[in-house]
């Protein structure tokens, strides 16, 4: 019978780990999933920006140097570094619980 008791404490010890291991791989995804939103709609609002500012400087003012303004460059980088981090995000959600799953298939 100690060995039954024993047997059944280390399965629950076990069991424990593997569910406080998934439930904070499961938030950590959660957590990802919505910066990784959060950073799609504020590049689909710098792209929009982007979009009305060029109208307006090509097609109303006539413009032929709208790659040359301020504006139009700072919308550009801001662009350029919000897809940095959103990639590096997404890299980030994919490498979340791969550990847990490579060590359950030995």
Same mark, same amino acid.
């Given at each position: 019978?100690?060995?039954?008791?024993?047997?059944?404490?280390?399965?629950?010890?076990?069991?424990?780990?593997?569910?406080?291991?998934?439930?904070?791989?499961?938030? @950590?995804?959660?957590?990802? /999933?919505?910066?990784?939103?959060? =950073?799609?709609? !504020?590049?689909? #609002? *710098?792209?929009?920006?982007?979009?009305?500012?060029?109208?307006?400087?090509?097609?109303?003012?006539?413009?032929?140097?709208?790659?040359?303004?301020?504006?139009?460059?700072? @919308?550009?980088?801001?662009? /350029?570094?919000?897809?940095?981090? =959103?990639?590096? !995000?997404?890299? #980030? *959600?994919?490498?979340?619980?791969?550990?847990?799953?490579?060590?359950?298939?030995?």
């Amino acid at each position: 019978m100690p060995n039954l008791w024993y047997d059944v404490t280390k399965w629950l010890d076990d069991v424990s780990k593997v569910v406080g291991k998934e439930a904070g791989d499961l938030t @950590l995804k959660g957590r990802l /999933k919505v910066e990784i939103f959060e =950073l799609n709609r !504020k590049l689909r #609002e *710098y792209y929009i920006d982007l979009g009305n500012l060029v109208f307006e400087e090509v097609f109303v003012k006539k413009s032929r140097t709208w790659q040359k303004k301020q504006k139009t460059r700072g @919308l550009v980088a801001k662009i /350029k570094r919000l897809r940095t981090k =959103l990639k590096k !995000k997404q890299q #980030e *959600y994919k490498k979340v619980g791969v550990k847990t799953k490579k060590s359950k298939k030995k």
